[in-house]
């Protein structure tokens, strides 16, 4: 018997989902019409017939093999949706499935970046489709035990998460032998306590463990020592979303729908300065100007000033370079940026960027975990310089020495940590050098200041 939920408890507290109506091309994640799904109604629009596929045979067809699995997700040219953009069927090819003890498999949903926002829509509207991905993906690599990692800033997606974990194992979807075969899959719910840091997939391992959420050393990968010593693979939320689609419709039309080596759909945050803040489903290769449209545009008409295409920790464009790109990772990357976690930041002609990157570096300098020298001192030694240019007591000499700071920081730490605080400073001195002089010579911004 199915529990009875009360799904009107999970309506998101001042979070906007923007699937419905909201998007361009096919729809890959939901179509969701401002509720939440429960598993009648992930059931009613195709849920867990990818699952039914693998397993069964579906409609009279041959259930699929692991091997099956992996080349149908290989050929759609899934690019994981955390931030890497590593080809997901080749990542599940390292899983050594032939093993003869446990291994893992972890949804890493601890988004903390600045500015994403998309995969707790997922999990708050739409939860059923990472877990039939995580089920699909469990078979393919031969695991039987998984973990979500929920961050611990957004408790109301984890309770709702695990509402539906109680929803799929009441439905036989998860648990032993499911659907008859010979497939087991036992799916838990964890969350953090809003440590940035254990985004990083070997501190959210650590913190799984119970330990203190910093990074390992690598090598090992997860992928041969990983959770309790194990074999593991991590994706993020928003990639194990897109692999029931793959399966029900294969992974060619699944490629077809982005372009070359960026297959399918992504989901972007668009957040800032536009006049229709959220998240929005494009096909990967999506002009940046037509989801600057699908945002509304600048904020009150202004002037794109500037965009971070990625989440906080990728480089900063110009607003006339960033209108000449499309929204896909090759094309992100020629610009001298990263596509990263899909928050798009927008800045407009109001915005100073020196106070913007003082911004981002306290949060750098926040949220280093201290293990490695380079980023516990390093990121300190910027924020400390980038607020004493904005408070009119910089030196013209403080802007090299920014740059040569944020060289000795990136590249020379365990994690992505300290790339992440290095990266927004160099670019913001590369492409706006000129407000970083007029606010030391003049003590003065040339722009208001930052709200």
Known sequence: MQPQLDLSKFQAKGLETCFHGRHIGAQIYADLDGKNWSIKDYEARGGYQALRKILTGGNGGEPMTPDQVIAEVKSSGLRGRGGAGFPTGLKWSFMPRQFPGQKFLVCNSDEGEPGTCKDRDILMYNPHIVIEGMAIAAFAMGINVGYNYIHGEIFEVYERFEAALEEARAAGFLGDKILGSAFSFQLHGAHGFGAYICGEETALLESLEGKKGQPRFKPPFPASYGLYGKPTTINNTETFAAVPWIIRNGGQPYLEIGKPNNGGTKIFSVVGDVEQPGNFEIPL????????????????????????????????????????????????????????????????????????????????????????????????????????????????????????????????????????????????????????????EHKTSTVPAYV
């Open 285 to 440: 290769g999506t002009p940046f100007s037509k989801l600057l449209e699908l945002a509304g545009g600048v904020r009150k008409g202004r002037k794109l000033k500037a965009v971070i295409p990625g989440g906080s920790s990728s480089p900063v464009l110009p607003g006339g370079i960033m209108m000449d790109l499309t929204m896909d990772y090759d094309s992100i990357a020629k610009a001298g940026s990263m596509l990263g976690s899909g928050a798009v930041i927008v800045m407009d002609d109001s915005r100073c960027m020196v106070q913007s990157l003082l911004r981002l570096s306290y949060f750098y300098m926040h949220e280093s975990c201290g293990q490695c020298t380079p980023c516990r001192e390093g990121t300190g030694w910027l924020y400390r310089m980038v607020d004493r240019i904005a408070n009119g007591q910089g030196r013209l000499e403080d802007i090299d020495l920014l740059n040569s700071v944020a060289d000795n920081i990136q590249g020379r730490t365990i994690c992505a940590l300290g790339d992440a605080a290095a990266m927004p400073v160099r670019a913001m001195i590369k492409h706006f050098r000129d407000e970083f002089v007029h606010l030391i």
